[in-house]
């Protein structure tokens, strides 16, 4: 299957900082990425939806100036949590697509945020 | 009612058992149906994709869908300890290009 990998694998910050997670997709274009994050024991929770050179589509409840979502190629799509706080710790995960076909998610990012 | 429905488990089973899992949908416009698989801190993992009614076999995974009654499944044969995860349906009505759905996952232990 094709290979999406995030970057960092965990970050631990502090209260106030932005952080920033790239999510790449190997070995095939992805004209659609989107960010989702997981609390423990939950299913998972789309944030938003990026095609490549548009700006994102945010999911109700989702503050688009605190979760910067930047789609500037079809391989690379990058998630800023600005000035972090406690409560934004979580795991986050992005998926990506080729098109209408399956949809692969890389591996995960955890942040902490102290 | 929500729009996919799977049994949260825990669901636990010995070595070499066949595994069902199973959801239930309530939107008629879903044409792609996903499972994947996610262990413990990871990113899920896409396991099958399906897209018309019948089954779907690749290993020891199988994925049946059954468009009429609205119902997914997805069954391990042999089952191992390194099967043990959390699995997890998805679908949508225009693949992979929009948001999933998803149901809320079942946790499978296979114990040796």
């Known amino acids: 299957g094709a290979v999406v990998s995030q970057h960092p694998s965990r970050v631990i910050c502090k209260s106030g900082t932005s952080v920033k997670i790239e999510c790449r997709s190997l070995?095939?274009?992805?004209?659609?990425m989107f960010w989702y994050r997981q609390f423990p024991k939950q299913s998972l929770m789309l944030m938003a939806t990026s095609n490549e050179g548009s700006k994102a589509t945010y999911e109700q409840g989702v503050e688009k100036d605190k979760f910067l979502i930047n789609h500037a190629s079809l391989t690379l799509s990058t998630l800023t949590v600005t000035s972090a706080h406690p409560e934004d710790s979580s795991f986050y995960i992005c998926s990506a697509s080729e098109g209408a076909y399956e949809q692969y998610f890389g591996p995960g990012t955890r942040l902490t945020v102290t | 009612q929500k729009e996919v429905e799977q049994d949260p488990g825990p669901l636990s089973v010995p070595e070499g058992a066949i595994v069902s899992l199973n959801c239930t949908y309530s939107n008629s416009a879903f044409q792609y149906f996903m499972w994947y698989r996610q262990y413990s801190r990871k990113g899920p993992e896409l396991l099958m994709y399906t897209y018309s009614s019948g089954n779907k076999e690749d290993g020891r995974f199988t994925a049946q869908v059954d468009k009429s009654s609205k119902y997914i499944s997805l069954f391990i044969r042999d089952s191992q300890p390194s099967d043990s995860a959390t699995y997890l349906c998805a679908m949508s009505a225009l693949g992979g290009s929009e948001k999933l759905v998803f149901g809320k996952g079942t946790k499978l232990t296979v114990n040796p």
């Open positions: 070995d095939f274009q992805a004209t659609t």
